[in-house]
């Protein structure tokens, strides 16, 4: 079976690199994913795969029925919206739509899983089981399209008993996947501050209250909330990332608001957070004869690779590639929305390796420069492949 995937992803190879270049240049932004779920769906038409569309607003979600499909169900993920970045890759694919860029790789997973669709549905006689194919909206953007699907159901009839997805990492070199079990990235929260005061002459401060200044108190005081109340063995990340007050010389604002994200690997902790960045805030602005409006929408929660589940896919790409050609990877602080499927299920969130002899295709993900090396496509179809057909069978 290995033998046959592997041809298969490299006899399908420039279909899924054609694929990608479509979804490349033509991306579309979070929960408007329109046309790029009406090309997906043309092309599991196309391989006679049965599936819907719509769901949730622009998701896609496919079944692939192998033998006695009522014997076991797996899901297998893949999100397809872009970013607001302008592309600044010179490439003939290069994105057509002006501020949008796939600059964090979700042509590609969406590229594979089609791949991975079209060899699993052409093996079908091979395995046993269902396979699932969610092809989801809104992954950028809070709440989240996981959240959305799984509010419309994409986990039950039929319901499967583990999920496995892929991610573009630029940090290693095509031809290499990583994995993580156990902890492996942060939840999200956005943080959302305006202060009140009272505007007033620049040259008369005491006639104002002065939201700048008392907004410089309580970016740094919210520091130490991370530093002094947090256990430091916690992982946490709090960062404000916009700022935006006034409009000249000599005239004091009468408001300022902070834009930022929360960043941990605690839900207690998190809660907490939560609180004492409110009781803070709040606090100092009274103190100084503001007000201040806090809104901390919860997001994605951290995400947790269940051990079994990662250790068994481990082992399964290890025989696929080579022990050399699997990493172990670092905890890191980014969020993924895959963390929400993994609250209901067993699942396993990996990295493919993207770059090219770590000299080219280096660009972090979310920058303007961000490609890849596209024999990691014949990488991420085929190692997909066998680890759901093993997570079928096992």
Known sequence: ????????????????????????????????????????????????????????????????????????????????DALPIQEANDVAYKSKNDGVMHACGHDVHSSCLLGVAKILHELRDEWEGTVKLIFQQGEEKHPGGASLLIKAGVLENPKPEAIFALHVYPHMPSGTVGFRAGQYMASTDEVYITINGKGGHAALPHKAIDPIAIGAQVITGLQQIVSRKGNPITPTVLSFCKIESGFTTNVIPDKLELWGTLRTMNEEWRAEAHRLI?????????????????????????????????????????????????????????????????????????????????????????????????????????????????????
């Open 1 to 80: 079976m290995i033998d046959k995937i592997k041809s298969k992803a490299e006899e399908y190879f420039p279909e899924i690199q054609a694929i990608r270049h479509h979804i490349h240049a033509n991306p579309e932004l979070s929960f408007e994913e329109y046309k790029t779920a009406e090309f997906i769906s043309s092309k599991l038409t196309e391989y006679g795969i049965e599936h819907e569309t719509g769901v949730a607003g622009t998701g896609v979600i496919g079944l692939i029925k192998g033998k006695n499909p009522d014997k076991k169900c797996i899901a297998l993920r893949a999100d397809m």
């Open 278 to 394: 409110k009781e803070f805030t709040t606090k100092t602005c009274e103190a100084y004869g503001a007000t201040a409006e806090i809104n901390i929408p919860t997001g994605h929660a951290s995400l947790f690779n269940d051990p079994e589940v990662t250790a068994n896919a481990e082992s399964w790409a290890k025989a696929f590639l080579g022990d050399d050609n699997v990493k172990t990877l670092d905890i890191r602080m980014t969020g993924e929305d895959f963390s929400f499927y993994t609250l209901h299920m067993p699942g396993c969130f990996f990295r493919l390796g993207t770059n090219k002899n770590d000299e080219d295709f280096t660009a972090s993900v979310h920058n303007a420069h961000f490609n890849i090396d596209e024999e990691a496509l014949k990488t991420g179809v085929g190692t997909m492949s066998w680890i759901a057909v093993n997570a079928l069978m096992s």
